[in-house]
């Protein structure tokens, strides 16, 4: 099963501060990161922070020996200190290289040879080829050497940034499964949920408008599987983007039973 969330372009449309704009999408990468989301998508929804979204789930995603080569300075990445950690497998502290340990690194080429940078206090000679971030195996420690290898476990997200509607976004996503949350939707705990199993999305609405009134902007419509009310009861007025994602997936991990 992979877990696919999908956020509105305009989910910071009603916050002006640039510290309180970082720190509200590090909440959406920690959700994500908390509950094994592989693939988040930004779909258009009539606002402008797509890219500055994208780039700063994708920075929070890197490991942190990793960020100052893949991040140049700008100012868009001024409070990315306000982001959670997300101490995920993949985010490795230094220390000794140990036989087999996958690790995320670096590509960095002298001369005709292939070096990476994973983390550790030395450069990994790479045995194969291959450009820029990349997930390597380490097989030998002294030299210390790495191959190209794909985690077993939990290893982030992906970010997608499509630039398209919702209903288009969510037919690129080809999911098996496709949930659309709501207030106004059925009670999650009176629904016989289907088999979670495939590609499952969770599609999130923006701070002014639900899923299904975004469609109606652009005279759009989805067949969802599912539309449902994750947070039945609630005693405020609006639930914002962030704690929808971080309930709603809550819900769904007590659910599964994989």
């Excluded at 997930?135 to 476990?153: D, G, R």
């Excluded at 997200?157 to 398209?164: A, D, E, I, S």
């Excluded at 449902?228 to 009861?233: D, F, M, Q, V």
């Amino acid at each position: 099963m992979a877990l696919h969330i999908f956020i509105p372009d305009s989910l910071l449309e009603e916050t002006p501060d640039p510290k309180i704009r970082t720190y509200k999408v590090g909440q959406i990468a920690r959700a994500a990161a908390i509950f094994g989301v592989e693939h988040i998508w930004i779909y258009k929804a009539g606002g402008k922070d797509g890219k500055f979204i994208k780039l700063i789930l994708e920075y929070a995603e890197t490991p942190q020996y990793l960020r100052k080569a893949l991040f140049p300075i700008r100012k868009e990445l001024k409070y990315v200190g306000v982001i959670p950690p997300l101490r995920t497998p993949h985010h490795k502290l230094k220390g000794r290289p140990a036989l087999g340990e996958i690790r995320e690194g670096i590509i960095i080429k002298k001369g005709k040879r292939l070096y990476a940078d994973i983390g550790l206090d030395e450069l990994a000679i790479v045995e194969g080829s291959g450009e820029g971030r990349m997930t390597f195996k380490i097989v030998s420690v002294k030299p210390l050497k790495v191959v190209s290898a794909k985690p077993v476990e939990y290893w982030g997200y992906r970010v997608h940034l499509t630039n398209k509607t919702l209903a288009k976004t969510l037919k690129k996503a080809r999911l098996d499964l496709a949930i659309a949350t709501s207030r106004k939707g059925e009670d999650v705990r009176k629904v016989k949920l289907p088999p979670l199993e495939g590609e499952i999305g969770f599609v999130f609405g923006s701070p002014r408008k639900g899923v299904m009134e975004i469609l109606r902007d652009f005279n759009e419509d989805y067949p969802f599987d599912l539309i449902l009310n994750t947070i039945p009861n609630q005693k405020t007025k609006t639930v914002r983007t962030e704690e929808a994602v971080l309930a709603t997936l809550a819900v769904f991990n007590f659910i599964r039973r994989d």
